[in-house]
């Protein structure tokens, strides 16, 4: 992963529960941004392997924390 990734949430929405039974869901958007466009590449992976990898660790990390289904969206942008 390079050196220099940064963060940003741009959303944080609870959608409301379907059933009295389970909790809301939570829909998270994040832009990865990268230092340079070539790092791009890198971080999204072939076919977008390694991002969906960290995207699904994340979700399910989240999910057990925060006891509630977890979609979480990600996309990766450069700062250049």
Partial sequence: ?????????????????????????????????????????????KNGAAVKRVSEAAAAEMQQRFQRRVSLAIRVKSST
């Fill in 1 to 45: 992963i390079p050196y220099g990734l940064r963060h940003k949430i741009t959303s944080w929405d609870t959608s409301s529960s379907p059933s009295a039974h389970s909790a809301a869901s939570l829909n998270i958007e994040c832009d990865v941004i990268v230092p340079r466009k070539h790092l791009k590449a890198i971080v999204i992976g």
